[in-house]
């Protein structure tokens, strides 16, 4: 029989048994897709989403066709599939499981990308090309006169390389990546008013409008200031139904204007100048060679609470974005509502972008794709951010990375730190985990010499840490103490409302007793039969073993 592209697709479905791809052919029109795209394919009586992870040639006798591609180019590249496949592995999962987790959530949805050229080249882009290999001059010059063109495009023009060039280039600032996709919102618009009619017309109208009060301050307003958004008409308290007249008796006018979604330009924020401490300084001369090196180094941050971590990451994602390259920022589920969004945002504005669990999936999908069109530069999120799409990942930060919230309940339970571990490895990139109160294997490891231990022992302004005591009850006994609050506790509780300040006492746990001791020697009764600590219960005046039910 005759030759034909064969790919073999993973396909994006539950079952657990599915854990091999099926093999589909590609029909002439769809010769462009290769490993990494997502497609559409016949799968029993439906039609499934798949990921394509080989293609060869071979013989398409008895195999059904691939229908159509959701995107213009891969989806996954080279180290996501890479990932994906170290996921499964190591966690146990399905292929399927494993490469879900790079997809939004929204099968099918269909997107296209272009390649555009920028405009004028500076000096130093343009030496650059000069000492480079000729196809990246070649690409660009190809995209300078025929304007944007895709992927499978340009890969038919310059060959197998173009991938790689055409990462570089984006990198450098040369070329531009833009994605669209095909459900995205309609366009959005505002309604402002503004005058129909001259001032002088205007200015005398004023008179003629004494009985109608409303009507004249809106005059007045837009004498005053050429037009009126919606903002200003609702903060100056005037109802639409008063520019609705005003427009029949013909002196207001409304236009429509589109609403745009700022991209980033870096003068709009306001760049807070922090003086960084010396200890800051010192972590950040470890980091920022890492960064500039482009190696995968991993280091773990052990910063007391107050010490100032989060303007040491700001720092570094600085350095990562003036290479170009992107940043994750993973916090913990809970942190995601507090000040390092805002510290970040205050810092990077519409670069950020946050990922969260309340997105809709539509949202999300519309924030993956600003990450992989490289339109939005840094992403701040919780566990499933580590899976952000980010075509050229400098950094990968943890915070706070001894969070069991890191992990994933569900399968495939992966652990967030070791994915992104993995993730750095793989593209070259930094990973920063940060921590008042490390991790024992994380320490263990940076002690072993695995990852780089860093340290920030004091806190900013010389700040105090709070003071912490340990007290031993037993010696209270000996006193002849046989209250549950120890002395000094009782005091110190006794100050504090003395001030008029409060108090919260923390007790780890309800119910009566989970242990009974021996307050002369601190013995627990435990159970004979397990060894486990035996729990009191005041109902019967009973020791009960949790365990064996002894």
């Given at each position: ?223 005053h200031r050429d037009r009126l958004t919606p903002d200003q008409m609702k903060e100056l308290k005037i109802s639409g139904a008063t520019a609705n007249s005003a427009a029949k008796a013909g002196w207001a006018v409304a236009e429509k204007v589109r609403l745009y979604r700022d ?288």
């Amino acid at each position: 029989g005759c030759m034909a592209k064969i790919a073999d697709v993973i396909v994006n479905l539950t079952p657990r048994n599915l854990n091999k791809p099926f093999s589909y052919f590609l029909p002439d029109e769809l010769s462009q897709v290769g490993v990494g795209w997502r497609v559409l394919v016949p799968f029993g009586s439906r039609t499934a989403e798949g990921f394509v992870v080989t293609v060869s040639e071979g013989n398409p006798e008895g195999l059904k066709a691939v229908l159509e591609t959701l995107d213009d180019e891969p989806w996954f590249d080279q180290h996501m599939l890479e990932l994906a496949s170290w996921l499964s592995r190591y966690y146990l999962c399905s292929p399927a499981d494993a490469m879900r987790l790079f997809i939004p959530g929204k099968a099918g949805v269909k997107s296209s990308t272009v390649y555009q050229a920028s405009g004028g080249l500076t000096m130093e882009q343009q030496s650059y090309l000069a000492a480079r290999r000729s196809i990246y001059r070649d690409v660009c010059d190809f995209l300078q006169e025929n304007g944007p063109k895709t992927l499978p495009q340009l890969t038919g023009q310059f060959g197998s390389e173009t991938e790689g060039a055409l990462r570089l280039l984006v990198r450098q600032g040369l070329v531009h990546k833009e994605v669209t996709t095909r459900h995205t919102a309609k366009p959005q618009y505002r309604t402002d008013w503004r005058l129909a009619v001259s001032r002088e017309e205007g200015e005398a109208l004023l008179a003629s409008l004494k009985g109608k009060p409303a009507q004249a301050r809106l005059l007045e307003e837009l004498l005053h200031r050429d037009r009126l958004t919606p903002d200003q008409m609702k903060e100056l308290k005037i109802s639409g139904a008063t520019a609705n007249s005003a427009a029949k008796a013909g002196w207001a006018v409304a236009e429509k204007v589109r609403l745009y979604r700022d991209s980033y330009s870096g003068d709009q924020c306001a760049v807070r100048q922090f003086n960084l401490t010396a200890q800051q300084q010192a972590v950040l001369a470890e980091i920022i060679p890492a960064l500039t090196d482009g190696n995968h180094v991993s280091f773990l941050l052990h910063g007391v609470t107050g010490s100032g971590k989060t303007q040491v990451y700001i720092e570094a994602v600085t350095e990562a974005r003036r290479q170009n390259r992107q940043a994750v920022i993973l916090v913990p589920e809970i942190a995601l509502t507090g000040q390092i969004v805002n510290r970040f945002k205050e810092r990077f504005g519409d670069d950020v972008v946050v990922l969260h669990s309340r997105l809709s999936v539509g949202e999300r999908y519309d924030t993956w794709q600003r990450l992989r069109s490289g339109e939005a530069g840094i992403v701040i999120g919780a566990r499933s951010a580590i899976f952000a799409p980010v075509a050229d990942p400098g950094i990968f930060i943890i915070d706070e990375e001894q969070e069991f919230t890191y992990k994933q309940e569900e399968s495939p339970r992966y652990h967030t730190r070791e994915v992104a571990l993995r993730r750095g490895a793989l593209a070259g990139a930094v990973v920063l985990m940060g921590s008042a109160t490390p991790s024992v294997e994380s320490y263990h490891l940076a002690l072993q010499g695995k990852h780089r231990l860093l340290a920030m022992p004091d806190r900013i302004d010389g700040a105090f840490l709070p003071e912490v005591k340990i007290v031993d009850m037993r010696e209270e006994l000996k006193t002849g103490r046989r209250s549950v609050l120890s002395e000094p506790l009782a005091q110190l509780l006794t100050e504090t409302v003395a001030k008029g300040e409060q108090a919260i006492v923390l007790l780890n746990r309800r119910g009566y007793s989970t242990f009974v001791m021996c307050r002369e020697c601190g013995h627990v009764m435990s159970c004979r039969h397990c060894a486990v600590s035996l729990v009191y219960h005041a109902s019967g005046g009973a020791l009960r073993c949790h365990y064996c039910g002894g």
